[in-house]
Structure formats: structure tokens, C-alpha cells
Nanobody, 131 residues
Framework: QVRLVESGGGSVQAGGSLRLSCAAS????????MGWFRQAVGKEREGVAT???????TYAYSVKGRFTISRDNAKNALYLQMNSLKPEDTAMYFC?????????????????????????WGQGTQVTVSS
């Protein structure tokens, strides 16, 4: 079993920055993929960014150049540095883990952005960006 706990959300003005953290515990295995998703009120959950245990990353077009995903494998931690925040970034942000992504040949062709690919989820942390 894997447990994920997010932190670092809050309220910020447009143009500001926030750094989200996700602490993972349990049997994550040596090869896995971690991701950040977000869900705004009335909208579907969408993939923001993903990083695998080798350090390969990919981003949603809407956040590319503004957000940076990173991880510390020794600490079992995942991060999301969010810069130049916009009001449309307002959402609940979730950390997720997929322990079988390396067996998925379509992972970086789009599977990473599907919430149904992930085995484990955190409870979420709210990010609110005001204009």
C-alpha cells in the first residue's frame, strides 16, 4: 500500500509562486511514475505534470514553462514549483503514483495524463490564485 500526503497549497495573487510537496510512504517500488493533477470546481480532473523514477518529465501545455515537477527519491518526495500563477490555475491539486507506468508504451504519448492510469492518490491541497 502507498500513502501520499500533499502540502503547500494556499492563496496567492496572480503572478506569484507556490511550491507543492507530496510525501510518499509505503511500497512504491524502485521504478514508478509520480504525477500532479488538478481539479477545478465543475471541471474534470486533469494531468498537470509527471516524472518517472529516472527523472524524465512531461507537462500539460497549459503549464509548460511555468511549472516544474521534481522528485527526491531518497526522501520519497515529489514537488511542484508553480511560478507565474494565473487565476485559471485555481484548483485542488492532487499527487498520484503509478507503479506500472514503465510497462506502458503509451505513457509519454498521453497515458500519463489520464487519472485512470494511477494506482494511488493523495487527499489534495487547494491552490487559489486571485487576479
Amino acid at each position: 500500500q502507498v500513502r501520499l500526503v500533499e502540502s503547500g497549497g494556499g492563496s496567492v495573487q496572480a503572478g506569484g509562486s507556490l511550491r507543492l510537496s507530496c510525501a510518499a510512504s509505503g511500497s512504491t517500488g524502485s521504478r514508478n511514475c509520480m504525477g500532479w493533477f488538478r481539479q477545478a470546481v465543475g471541471k474534470e480532473r486533469e494531468g498537470v505534470a509527471t516524472i518517472d523514477s529516472d527523472g524524465t518529465t512531461t507537462y500539460a501545455y497549459s503549464v509548460k514553462g511555468r511549472f516544474t515537477i521534481s522528485r527526491d527519491n531518497a526522501k520519497n518526495a515529489l514537488y511542484l514549483q508553480m511560478n507565474s500563477l494565473k487565476p485559471e490555475d485555481t484548483a485542488m491539486y492532487f499527487c498520484a503514483a503509478d507503479l506500472t507506468c514503465f510497462r506502458n508504451p503509451a505513457w509519454y504519448r498521453g497515458s500519463w495524463a489520464s487519472q485512470w492510469e494511477y494506482n494511488y492518490w493523495g487527499q489534495g491541497t487547494q491552490v487559489t490564485v486571485s487576479s
